[in-house]
């Protein structure tokens, strides 16, 4: 492994960029395992869990490449600046570095000096640094920014590479104007609303973006009620890239402040969309003519549908309008959860859209009623769908006696152990779908044996109890059981938490 190819090792190390432990480790490797290592650790050294107002490491790198005269005027309005004289550095670490996190960068400068001002003049020098010294800039993380680094003289030639940007709608409108100017080619958006004002400036650098591929928005406000639209201006400038956007991940509070004819307008027109999250959706309860607009969503590369309360037969509508690519349906479906008007007729169809639509589904939210002919459609869907992974079942036990919800969860478990793909390593059990101890053990866990160790996530409390603690600490020494946790039902539902 020592001895492998500098290109291999890089190839390797790559994989393992968010593995700071891993890298770190790697670094004392020998000398081509640290040259190797460095420039990926470098490119964006923001992002480790590192607490960095104890690690000085990084300021004292950073602090190390400031000029005499600037070290001196620091020094001079009692900035701490590091008293290790460098013979020189073993490598040029900042030109390596393509990203900028401030409120990372904000706590280094702490260090410095714990007061406010010695703080701006020391982050206002590093910036300085970093436009010189960068060659190009292509992630910049800037809540909690103070400063206008647009106006540094070299700012201009290290900006026009920005491809992510990260804000929030507190910052000034101008300072957005001012990006606006150079960084018209960002193709990552995301944005935390942490104010209900309209901000004009995110509306204008929206505006003029030329390859927006990924858009994010993000409420996050205490306020409850708002009379100022701090959607519109934004989401109209939005509409227009619509075209281009593959990514789409929309989070709102307050929803009932929010001009959904906006969205309405917007969807039909995401042509090129490859990932559609949103925790609302504006076609509940849809009449005849919404119905009609909900055919226009045509979404031929979709691969990612993740829409909190919306109904089985809008799902099933978007389903049959895209294109085959689909790895993942994960929903909160809202007739499930507040009412029952339609849901068998519904769901029923919704899983044969699952298996005539998405051969490649990897991740599914599946809701069913467990009779007769959903289970026999459910076993077909795990029959045709081979590359299922994970899989959350979400089943109703309304007008049903006990005797009859234990054997239809029985039945089940059969179709489960008879027909679940090879590559199923997750299963997750909605609220409360609850096993007797010898049914959990004699129809489904002594019968997975032959099958690659599973993980199990449910909701249901009964699970903690000590003799199913015990039962499957018995089933995970054996290699049949993987991971067996129970969450809020919250963790359960979202496909994207880690057992």
Same mark, same amino acid.
């Given at each position: 492994m020592a001895k492998l190819n500098k290109d291999i090792l890089f190839l390797i190390f790559e994989e393992l960029q968010v593995d700071s432990k891993t890298l770190f480790s790697c670094l004392m490797v020998n000398k081509i395992w640290c040259e190797t290592v460095i420039p990926i650790l470098w490119r964006n050294p923001w992002r480790y869990e590192i607490n960095y107002s104890n690690k000085n490491y990084l300021f004292m790198i950073i602090a190390s490449y400031l000029s005499d005269d600037i070290k001196e005027f620091l020094t001079r309005q009692g900035i701490q600046l590091p008293s290790v004289s460098f013979q020189s550095l073993l490598f040029d670490y900042l030109s390596f570095c393509r990203s900028i996190n401030v409120n990372t960068l904000n706590t280094i400068t702490s260090i410095g000096s714990s007061l406010a001002y010695n703080q701006f003049l020391l982050q206002q020098e590093f910036y300085c640094l970093f436009m010189k010294k960068f060659p190009e800039l292509n992630c910049l993380d800037m809540n909690l920014i103070k400063h206008q680094i647009f106006y540094i003289p070299e700012a201009k030639n290290c900006l026009e590479s920005l491809c992510e940007l990260k804000c929030d709608t507190s910052i000034d409108p101008s300072y957005f104007y001012g990006l606006a100017r150079i960084c018209q080619y960002i193709q990552r958006l995301i944005i935390v609303n942490v104010v209900t004002k309209p901000n004009s400036g995110i509306a204008k650098l929206i505006e003029v973006q030329k390859n927006l591929k990924y858009f994010e928005w993000t409420d996050d406000f205490d306020v409850d009620y708002f009379t100022d639209d701090p959607y519109k201006e934004s989401f109209l400038e939005l509409e227009k890239k619509a075209g281009f956007l593959n990514h789409l991940i929309l989070f709102f509070l307050h929803i009932d402040s929010f001009?959904?004819?906006?969205?309405? /307008?917007?969807? @039909?027109?995401?042509? =090129?969309?490859?990932?559609?999250?949103?925790?609302?959706?504006?076609?509940?309860?849809?009449?005849?003519?919404?119905?009609?607009?909900? =055919?226009?969503?045509?979404?031929?590369?979709?691969? %990612?549908?993740?829409?909190?309360?919306?109904?089985?037969?809008?799902?099933?509508?978007?389903?049959?309008? /895209?294109?085959?690519?689909?790895?993942?349906? /994960?929903?909160? @479906?809202?007739?499930?959860?507040?009412?029952?008007?339609?849901?068998?007729?519904?769901? *029923? &169809?919704? &899983?044969?859209?699952?298996?005539?639509?998405? @051969?490649?589904?990897?991740? *599914? /939210?599946?809701?069913?009623?467990?009779?007769?002919?959903?289970? &026999?459609?459910?076993?077909?869907?795990?029959?045709?769908?081979?590359?299922?992974? *994970?899989?959350?079942? %979400?089943?109703?036990?309304?007008?049903?006696?006990?005797?009859?919800?234990?054997?239809?969860?029985?039945?089940?478990?059969?179709?489960?152990?008879?027909?679940?793909?090879? =590559?199923?390593?997750? &299963?997750?059990?909605?609220?409360?779908?609850?096993?007797?101890?010898?049914? *959990?053990?004699?129809?489904?866990?002594?019968?997975?044996?032959?099958?690659?160790a599973l993980s199990i996530l449910t909701s249901n409390s009964i699970y903690e109890g000590k003799d199913y603690k015990n039962l499957i600490n018995k089933y995970k020494n054996n290699g049949v059981i993987k991971n067996f946790k129970c969450e809020s039902y919250l963790y359960v539902e979202d496909l994207s938490f880690k057992i």
């Amino acid at each position: 492994m020592a001895k492998l190819n500098k290109d291999i090792l890089f190839l390797i190390f790559e994989e393992l960029q968010v593995d700071s432990k891993t890298l770190f480790s790697c670094l004392m490797v020998n000398k081509i395992w640290c040259e190797t290592v460095i420039p990926i650790l470098w490119r964006n050294p923001w992002r480790y869990e590192i607490n960095y107002s104890n690690k000085n490491y990084l300021f004292m790198i950073i602090a190390s490449y400031l000029s005499d005269d600037i070290k001196e005027f620091l020094t001079r309005q009692g900035i701490q600046l590091p008293s290790v004289s460098f013979q020189s550095l073993l490598f040029d670490y900042l030109s390596f570095c393509r990203s900028i996190n401030v409120n990372t960068l904000n706590t280094i400068t702490s260090i410095g000096s714990s007061l406010a001002y010695n703080q701006f003049l020391l982050q206002q020098e590093f910036y300085c640094l970093f436009m010189k010294k960068f060659p190009e800039l292509n992630c910049l993380d800037m809540n909690l920014i103070k400063h206008q680094i647009f106006y540094i003289p070299e700012a201009k030639n290290c900006l026009e590479s920005l491809c992510e940007l990260k804000c929030d709608t507190s910052i000034d409108p101008s300072y957005f104007y001012g990006l606006a100017r150079i960084c018209q080619y960002i193709q990552r958006l995301i944005i935390v609303n942490v104010v209900t004002k309209p901000n004009s400036g995110i509306a204008k650098l929206i505006e003029v973006q030329k390859n927006l591929k990924y858009f994010e928005w993000t409420d996050d406000f205490d306020v409850d009620y708002f009379t100022d639209d701090p959607y519109k201006e934004s989401f109209l400038e939005l509409e227009k890239k619509a075209g281009f956007l593959n990514h789409l991940i929309l989070f709102f509070l307050h929803i009932d402040s929010f001009d959904y004819t906006i969205l309405q /307008s917007l969807l @039909p027109k995401l042509h =090129n969309i490859k990932t559609l999250k949103t925790n609302e959706f504006y076609f509940i309860g849809f009449t005849a003519d919404e119905r009609i607009m909900l =055919n226009t969503l045509v979404y031929n590369d979709l691969e %990612i549908l993740n829409i909190d309360y919306i109904t089985i037969g809008e799902t099933s509508i978007i389903i049959e309008n /895209s294109g085959g690519h689909l790895k993942e349906v /994960s929903l909160k @479906p809202y007739d499930f959860i507040y009412s029952q008007d339609n849901f068998s007729d519904e769901s *029923l &169809i919704f &899983i044969r859209k699952i298996y005539e639509n998405c @051969p490649l589904i990897e991740y *599914l /939210s599946l809701a069913f009623l467990p009779c007769k002919n959903h289970l &026999i459609e459910f076993e077909k869907l795990l029959q045709v769908c081979q590359n299922l992974k *994970l899989l959350l079942l %979400i089943t109703s036990n309304y007008y049903e006696t006990k005797e009859e919800i234990l054997e239809n969860r029985k039945e089940i478990l059969k179709i489960l152990i008879r027909s679940a793909p090879t =590559n199923l390593r997750e &299963i997750r059990f909605f609220n409360d779908f609850n096993l007797p101890l010898e049914v *959990l053990e004699e129809e489904f866990l002594e019968k997975w044996r032959d099958r690659p160790a599973l993980s199990i996530l449910t909701s249901n409390s009964i699970y903690e109890g000590k003799d199913y603690k015990n039962l499957i600490n018995k089933y995970k020494n054996n290699g049949v059981i993987k991971n067996f946790k129970c969450e809020s039902y919250l963790y359960v539902e979202d496909l994207s938490f880690k057992i």
